[in-house]
């Protein structure tokens, strides 16, 4: 599933969600899609999306939080991983769009695109990591 589709796809249930973007071709994307007040898109901090929805989710409990980051990103700040698994806040959700590239600073590829498995990288800091998460986390506590 391309980026675009899959953040179409899920748009309509962002409208009562705090939602931060990395830098680039993501927030761009979100942007084209259409602005809300509730969306935040993170220039000029890359890597930094993960750490910037874990403070926003530790200091506003009762609001759920997504963060849509990108391989590169994550990559850059692997360190914010060893956070999230320590507070695991339950109202976040962390989605990461591997496209094995730097898109945003040139296309230069990104240790994805060698063989360095996010999944498994995300594993190893006891943090949930699957390709596809259907119903989405928060569909159940609205059920």
Not at 20 to 33: C, F, K
Not at 46 to 55: D, E, H, I, K, Q
Not at 114 to 137: E, N
Request: charged letters at 15%.
């Amino acid at each position: 599933m391309r980026r675009l589709d899959a953040l179409t796809a899920i748009y309509p249930r962002l409208e009562d969600k705090v939602v931060v973007t990395i830098m680039g071709a993501v927030a761009a994307e979100l942007q084209s899609i259409g602005h809300r007040d509730n969306f935040f898109y993170l220039q000029h901090a890359m890597g930094l999306a993960s750490s910037m929805g874990l403070g926003i989710a530790l200091t506003r409990p009762e609001r759920q939080v997504v963060v849509f980051d990108g391989d590169g990103s994550l990559l850059m700040n692997l360190g914010g991983l060893t956070t999230l698994a320590r507070y695991r806040p339950r109202n976040l959700v962390h989605v990461v769009f591997d496209n094995e590239s730097l898109l945003s600073v040139g296309g230069f590829p990104t240790a994805t695109s060698t063989g360095s498995d996010r999944s498994a990288i995300a594993t190893t800091f006891f943090i949930c990591s699957t390709p596809w998460v259907s119903p989405l986390p928060w569909d159940s506590a609205s059920r």
